[in-house]
């Protein structure tokens, strides 16, 4: 190939390069959201403390709970998974991004052929036997509409999506096994009050026996008490029942056995996850969490597709090429005289394809429609959700403080009850009337403080999640 030719096709590259820039999807414009800018009314969104600024290690101050979410991090399948479809869809990326610039490979190859003398019109045999050495450029798509630049457009959509998708996971992972380990540590402590109180009821009723023994109760009495012993009993199976379940549950989520040199759990009334979460307007709020970002992503993608597909209907111009040299032996190779090249531009015109391309256009059109209303219902889903959680949290407190009240006030009842049962002023039935409430009261408390937990662990989730641990991930 000569400089000439070699100028040639140098500018005919430049060329593509600059007319990729032609495109001919839709400009892209986010979608209005879907929600009110405000939340609703009686909403309290106030708060002490933002979530951008704030790691999960800060709200999860527990080194037992640390540890069992470095665990899960870690060692969850789900976010493997979402990991290796975030290396796969980089990977499909790449491989589209690569059709945007022209290719070249090295090719030695041999050729060989006999034509008959009758058939060459010669007086005898033709034989040639030929030698090829060459730089190819690989067949290159000139992009004057901007069709591959799209494809890669949406390959790159895919990509970030799939990473906010594996972002949406873990950040869902460490909710999920923070709810998983106070539900867990809930049930602990539900268990050990129903055990104190069998151990409690069984203590009346033989106290009750030996009172009949001597007549000062009757058998209605210690039928009345061990009724209550066996209530207490089936009430301490059926906690130890969902005490097994949840510690299943969190080593599901951990996705491997819990180590034994763990630090100590923490009680309930000690976890000290304050629930003092500020949120931001909506448009603030929402807009950043992964979710909706891997919905505006997907949307993007499916915009850039109609632009592919609308290029398909326009000519397309191919070039290839190859330069190098050739000879009838190997050994003559590259020496002076062997140079060789060829260049191939060509160009395509779809005629008649039987409503392909309108059919690709259509599905192109389609998916994008179905794009903004998947991202439409993600921010209202998002909406509800944090809306949801902030009117739990509220309540939640008002509904703790109300519990811890009654708590107190029920010990308290039945401190004075069994004492003045002791002295045989109080009935077996005012007693156990007093045990029932209190134990009652304890299950109560501990049940709405762990929800009132989980509910701040789930906000947060909800919220976004902090940026520096998303710059981490």
């Known amino acids: 190939m000569n400089k000439h030719s070699m100028t040639g096709l140098s500018l005919s590259v430049l060329a593509a390069a600059v007319l990729s820039a032609c495109s001919l999807a839709p400009d892209y414009t986010r979608p209005d959201l879907a929600v009110e800018n405000q939340w609703p009314v009686g909403i309290n969104a106030a708060g002490e403390r933002k979530v951008t600024d704030l790691d999960w290690h800060d709200l999860f101050p527990d080194p037992r709970l640390q540890a069992v979410i470095e665990l899960a991090l870690t060692n969850n399948r789900d976010l493997r998974i979402a990991l290796a479809r975030v290396e796969e869809a980089r990977g499909l990326y790449g491989v589209q991004r690569a059709d945007r610039f022209p290719g070249a490979d090295l090719s030695v190859s041999r050729t060989g052929s006999r034509t008959p003398a009758a058939v060459a019109g010669t007086a005898k045999d033709v034989q040639v036997n030929r030698y090829d050495g060459n730089l190819n450029l690989l067949s290159f798509e000139l992009d004057f509409w901007g069709r591959v630049a799209n494809l890669s457009e949406a390959a790159r959509a895919g990509y970030l999506a799939s990473e906010e998708n594996r972002r949406t996971v873990q950040l869902g992972l460490i909710s999920d096994t923070a709810n998983a380990y106070l539900t867990l540590q809930e049930m602990e402590e539900r268990a050990g009050l129903a055990r104190e109180t069998v151990a409690t009821r069984n203590e009346t009723r033989k106290l009750v026996a030996l009172r009949r023994e001597v007549g000062v109760a009757g058998d209605l009495d210690y039928l009345t008490a ?174 703790l403080k109300a519990q811890d009240a009654n708590r107190k006030s029920q010990d308290e009842r039945l401190r004075l009850t069994d004492a003045r049962f002791k002295a045989g002023i109080a009935s077996n039935l005012e007693l156990l009337d007093a045990q029932r409430d209190s134990f009652t009261a304890q299950q109560n408390a501990v049940q709405v403080r762990r929800q009132l937990l989980s509910t701040t662990a789930q906000l947060y989730k909800a919220l976004g999640g902090s940026e520096e641990k998303r710059k981490e991930s």
């Open 226 to 399: 061990d009724g209550a012993l066996e209530t207490a009993k089936a009430d301490l199976a059926n906690i130890e029942r969902q005490r097994l379940q949840a510690a299943t549950a969190l080593g599901l989520l951990v996705g491997s056995p819990l180590p034994k040199d763990l630090p100590a759990a923490r009680p309930l009334i000690e976890q000290d996850i304050a629930p003092n979460l500020a949120a931001d307007l909506p448009s603030d709020v929402l807009l950043r969490r992964p979710d909706v970002k891997a919905a505006e992503q997907q949307l993007i993608a499916a915009n850039a597709n109609i632009g592919a597909a609308r290029a398909a209907f326009l000519p397309k111009i191919v070039l290839t090429g190859a330069f190098g040299s050739a000879s009838p032996l190997l050994n003559g190779l590259f020496k002076g005289g062997t140079e060789s090249w060829s260049f191939t531009p060509s160009i395509h015109q779809p005629l008649f394809d039987w409503g392909r391309n309108s059919g690709n256009l259509d599905v192109a059109e389609a998916r994008k429609v179905i794009a903004v209303a998947s991202y439409e219902k993600t921010i209202q889903t998002a909406f509800k959700e944090v809306a949801d959680l902030l009117a739990a949290r509220d309540t939640l407190i008002d509904q």
